[in-house]
């Protein structure tokens, strides 16, 4: 029940396509849910985040949707661009210990052709 | 503003040694993670820190592996005595909220 279940593993998008990268839970005391993005060598960067009071939330070129009944949640890149390219988590937390502890999906490798 | 600092970045050891990884938090995150990122999966949290207190150490090895913060600022994560499947990047986040995490470079972790 702790698990996220992230997809795809890996996805291959044209310079200027759209990426969509979607994640499912179990937990429905989950109520953060963070996408963090990271380079090789480099350690997990915050892009956006949404709670679940909101079906979307939008940021320049990424845009989260988030589907509360569903228990899913997904990232869309627009207009995906080479420097995209990147290792993508999402991540869920759970309040209620009060420790905010993330559970992160095992990772989709995003490759934008240019 | 300056990032969490990790050191080293890379790291060889033989199994069976022991090893130690620094992280030097933002200024002023009372919160501080541990975290282990095995090579194609998400990071997996180790040990949390509120200040000098530990919060949350439930999925940290503690047979060979020990963290501390000292005076609610640095810490340090050690392993004792590292074993193959140890190999991994370690990664201290810190936070000043608990709600939102920023990460370190990671310390690079090889065991032959």
């Known amino acids: 029940q702790q698990q996220v279940k992230q997809s795809p593993q890996s996805l291959i998008v044209q310079k200027g396509g759209i990426s969509i990268i979607n994640c499912a839970y179990e937990n429905t005391a989950f109520d953060y849910f963070p996408w963090y993005q990271q380079f090789p060598g480099k350690g997990p960067a915050l892009l956006i985040a949404i709670r679940p009071d909101v079906s979307e939330k939008k940021e320049g070129r990424f845009t989260i949707s988030f589907n509360k009944s569903a228990k899913q949640f997904s990232l869309h890149i627009m207009d995906s661009q080479p420097g995209d390219s990147a290792t993508y988590f999402c991540?869920?937390?759970?309040?209620?210990?009060?420790?905010?502890?993330?559970?992160f999906g095992t990772g989709t490798r995003l490759k934008v052709l240019a | 503003e300056a990032g969490v600092a990790q050191s080293p970045r890379y790291k060889i050891i033989e199994k069976r040694q022991s090893v130690a990884f620094w992280c030097n938090p933002i200024?002023?995150?009372?919160?501080l993670y541990w975290y282990q990122q095995i090579l194609g999966q998400g990071p997996k949290l180790l040990i949390q820190f509120q200040n000098n207190g530990v919060v949350d150490d439930s999925q940290l090895p503690k047979d060979r592996f020990s963290a501390e913060r000292l005076k609610g600022v640095d810490s340090t994560l050690k392993i004792q005595p590292a074993k193959l499947e140890d190999s991994a990047v370690y990664l201290c986040a810190s936070s000043p909220n608990q709600e939102t995490q920023y990460f370190g470079p990671g310390t690079r972790l090889l065991v032959l």
């Open positions: 200024s002023g995150h009372a919160t």
């Open positions: 991540a869920a937390s759970d309040p209620r210990t009060g420790t905010y502890k993330y559970i």
